[in-house]
């Protein structure tokens, strides 16, 4: 069964950092280009992309403080964000491809004073 893991998050204080970790299982991963996304209270968003090859994409609000990466042998995908805002706070998924994949349970980033 195709499945992703999310880990990491957390509560933290504006200005201060997470690391997201994502283990896939199945085939989920393989070659595909992976996406970090987020969850708030009406409004779903894609954070950062990343293909097979390294190569990376980020949403305006997070270019410049977030940096989204993989490792292909372990199947995983990290997301690490630093310089943390109030309005960072979400739940943040990993998927390939949300219209072809299911969510996996998400884990809680919190940034608040």
Same mark, same amino acid.
């Given at each position: 069964?195709?499945?992703?893991?999310?880990?990491?998050?957390?509560?933290?204080?504006?200005?201060?950092?997470?690391?997201?970790?994502?283990?896939?299982?199945?085939?989920?991963?393989?070659?595909?280009?992976?996406?970090?996304?987020?969850?708030?209270?009406?409004?779903?968003?894609?954070? $950062?992309?990343?293909?097979? *090859?390294? @190569?990376?994409?980020?949403? !305006? %609000?997070?270019?410049?403080?977030?940096?989204?990466?993989?490792?292909?042998?372990?199947?995983?995908?990290?997301?690490?964000?630093?310089?943390?805002?109030?309005?960072?706070?979400?739940?943040?998924?990993?998927?390939?491809?949300? $219209?072809?994949?299911?969510? *996996?349970? @998400?884990?809680?980033?919190? !940034? %608040?004073?």
């Amino acid at each position: 069964q195709v499945r992703q893991v999310e880990s990491g998050g957390g509560s933290v204080q504006p200005g201060g950092s997470l690391r997201l970790s994502c283990a896939a299982f199945g085939s989920i991963l393989g070659m595909r280009p992976m996406g970090w996304y987020r969850q708030a209270p009406g409004k779903r968003e894609l954070v $950062a992309r990343i293909d097979s *090859g390294g @190569g990376a994409n980020y949403a !305006v %609000s997070v270019e410049g403080r977030f940096t989204i990466s993989r490792d292909n042998a372990k199947h995983t995908v990290d997301l690490q964000m630093n310089s943390l805002k109030p309005e960072d706070t979400a739940v943040y998924y990993c998927n390939a491809d949300p $219209a072809i994949f299911p969510w *996996g349970q @998400g884990t809680q980033v919190t !940034v %608040s004073s």
